[in-house]
């Protein structure tokens, strides 16, 4: 049997069941062990013990990568990656929808350790296992398509053609952060090695338990050994070793970090694709569903506890429907059910730190100190967890306030009242980042003229994420200070390749001949060149 089978057991409740310690907080050391080995570090290397926001308590020990471990990592992906990229996409799609089979049936052991590590709610959690099935069967089913060779016709029609072609970089460095501890290190190495590279993954060291678990599920998929590797360590040198070793680099975390990434990538002319911050605007129009709207609102807001790149941090409400909008929402989320419990039925867990919960409640404090109103929440919740913070609302918030142009990236919604669509789209624009807004609107036609005129590179419509985070085929990223690139959809492969024209030249050649002169041969071109417009040649 597989590490991955002899680790779970379909007759428990939770497949986690069997390797938890005594605590319901641990994780045992039998599978800390296994994906242990899965790091790439030396016999002597040094080791890090992470932490559990459910508890506050340790929760596993993993070995740290080294600089010269993550040379020896790009080295061995390298001489990898050219037997991975002569597989045929068909061999590579084989072990994409085996690791979607693989995913769902050890759902259970990996929403464990997505709530250990990252201290959200399950439902949430379950947000992560269902993103990476869907992108592993997407991109399995789609990718020959995405990366098929593209021919065309060259200048002077038949007699010349072209082909390109998609060839992979060779090794991708992807560096993801704690906040999506499965679903981003994994939804990015999917395409990644489905345009035939291979990859040297660094997750972050606090949350490691989940990315290297769907790297143990990817070589019982099928993967080849040394396709794939992981490193274990600090960003400010083991990321960036990997930033500065890889032949191309997709990074997600803060705008700050990106823009370092971006000017070491460029540095080595090598490319790059970066998901930062977002200060995400959702607007309920004057003819909203205010049920709908209000559901939608507060999930949109507190998911993963805020921790979402694309969660609302501004709610921009109508004022025609603000205050009804208001007394149906602000209760709404002081009912909200806040727990750090291995089961569904939250509504919202913990915040993944102190350094996490001292930010959010730094910016709270900020806010009420300058004459903000607390609607609802605003203090922490140590009697459910030593990271939880209640789901707060703030009416009131200014620009001197730390809240209204920075990111929390915690579960505090300030609260606007615009007179209309155009105030609505000048607030929402109001703001260095550009990732994603939610719109809620009756009139679908009139959401659409409304998002097209906000700078975000992507919008839902009676949504709040969802809708355009699995939106699979289509393309999902930032504009502005929010990052370069995009996931998913076609670009979401793309990315990860290098574009090769190859044409061949027939009968004639591009010069004089037959006798003619330069001067003769310009004046036919020319003639060419009209006949061709003139019958609407490209």
Known sequence: MSA????????????LDATLDPSPYAVSPALVAALSRIVVAGPRAERH??????????????????????????????????????????????????????????????????QLESGKARAHAFEEVADVAITARYYARTAAAHLAPR???????????TETERLP?????????????????????????????????????????????????LREAGLPDGVLQVVVGAGSTIGQAVVDLADYVSYTGST??????????????????????????LYVRGDADLDVAVEGVRRASFASGGQLCMHGERLLLHESIADDFLARFVPSVAAMRVGT????????????????????????????????????GGRALPEIGPFCYAPTVLEGVTPDMACRDDETFGPVLAVYRVSSDEAAIALANDTAYGLHAGIWSRDVRAARAVARLIRTGTVSINEGYAASWSSLDAPMGGMKASGVGRRHGPE?????????????????R???????????????????????????AT
Not at 151 to 157: I, P, R, V
Not at 264 to 279: F, P
Not at 356 to 371: C, E, K, M, P, T
């Open 4 to 15: 991955a089978a002899d680790l779970t057991t379909d007759s428990a409740p939770r497949a």
């Open 49 to 114: 013990t992470s932490v559990t926001p459910m508890s506050g308590k340790p929760l596993a020990e993993l070995p740290q990568s080294s600089v010269e471990d993550v040379a020896r990592a790009v080295d061995q992906a390298r001489a990898a990656q050219r037997a991975w990229a002569r597989r045929p996409i068909a061999h590579r799609a084989h072990v994409m929808l085996r690791l979607h089979d693989l995913v769902l049936a050890h759902r259970n052991t990996l929403l464990d350790l997505i």
């Open 151 to 161: 021919h065309t016709l060259g200048a002077l029609l038949v007699l010349s053609r």
């Open 169 to 217: 970089h060779g090794v991708v460095g992807i560096v993801s952060p704690w906040n999506f501890p499965l679903s981003l290190p994994i939804t990015d190495t999917i395409p990644a090695l489905m345009a035939g590279n291979a990859v040297v993954l660094r997750p972050d060291r606090e949350t490691s338990l989940s990315a290297l678990y769907g790297a143990m599920l």
């Open 256 to 281: 700050e970090t990106g823009r370092r990434v971006g000017q070491a990538a460029a540095a080595r002319l090598v490319g790059c694709s970066l998901e930062l911050g977002g200060k995400n605007a």
């Open 341 to 376: 419990a291995l089961e569904f039925g939250y509504e919202m867990g913990s915040l993944l730190s102190q350094a996490q919960l001292d930010r959010v409640d730094g910016h709270v404090r900020d806010a009420v100190a300058r004459g903000a109103r607390v609607l609802t």
């Open 492 to 508: 979401g492969i793309t990315k990860y390749t290098e574009a090769q024209s190859v044409t061949a030249q027939y009968l004639i």
């Open 510 to 536: 591009f010069g004089p001949q037959f006798g003619l002169s330069d001067e003769q041969f310009a004046g036919l071109f020319t003639y060419g060149l009209k006949a061709l417009k003139a019958v609407g």
